[in-house]
Structures are given as C-alpha cells and as structure tokens.
Nanobody, 128 residues
Framework: QVQLVESGGGLVQAGGSLRLSCAASGRTFSISSYSMGWFRQAPGKEREFVASITKSGGSEYYADSVKGRFTISRDNAKNTVILQTSSLKPEDTAVYYC???????????????????WGQGTQVTVSS
C-alpha cells in the first residue's frame, strides 16, 4: 500500500517561508519511477497545480502564481519530495497536497486526473 504523507505546514506571516515535505512509503514503492507534484486547494476552490518535478529531478515546472517563490526538489534515495516556499502571500493559503504519477517519460503533469497517488494534505495559512 502506497502512502504519501505531507508535513511542514502551519501559520506564517506574509513574506515568510515554509518547507513542506512529502514522505513516500510502501513495500516496493519508490518515487524514482514517478513524476512528483504539489497541488493546493483553498476553501471553495478547485484543487490546482503548484509544481512538479520529473523522475530524475532534471526538470521542474511551476504555476505562474508561484514561479520565483517556490522550489520543488526530490531525493529519490530518501523517497522524499520537498516544496520550499518563500515570500508567501495570503492568497497562498490552502491545503497543500503531494501527488505521484507513474510514468516512463519526463513530462510536465499538471492536472489532478493525471496523478495516481495522493497524500492527505497539510494546511498552510498565511496571515496578512
């Protein structure tokens, strides 16, 4: 059984930073076979793409709203994905989800339906 567990969320003032982590586990599960992504969902809104990273970590993709402020990275040996956030804004407030997509390719995957596994999410609240 595959598990993705997010951590690192919290309450932060505008302009602050948070480091979100996603720890993957499962008897034979290795994120090295998966493109990994972060999504977020604010109250009353649809879940939206934030960032993704290819299997090898060679390419990263970002939503325009977070480009230059967020950085996604991965450590395949540790089965971990990180979303480093900075210059946070109140509009970044949302539940942040980690997701995994099994793939043979190094593409950009940015829709909810493309991903195979999801975590339970971690709340990020940015106060003004």
């Amino acid at each position: 059984q595959v598990q993705l567990v997010e951590s690192g969320g919290g309450l932060v003032q505008a302009g602050g930073s948070l480091r979100l982590s996603c720890a993957a586990s499962g008897r034979t599960f290795s994120i090295s076979s998966y493109s990994m992504g972060w999504f977020r969902q604010a109250p009353g809104k649809e879940r939206e793409f934030v960032a993704s990273i290819t299997k090898s970590g060679g390419s990263e993709y970002y939503a325009d709203s977070v480009k230059g402020r967020f950085t996604i990275s991965r450590d395949n040996a540790k089965n971990t994905v990180i979303l480093q956030t900075s210059s946070l804004k109140p509009e970044d407030t949302a539940v942040y989800y980690c997701a995994a997509k099994y793939t043979h390719y190094s593409g950009r995957y940015y829709t909810v339906n493309e991903y195979d596994y999801w975590g339970q999410g971690t709340q990020v609240t940015v106060s003004s």
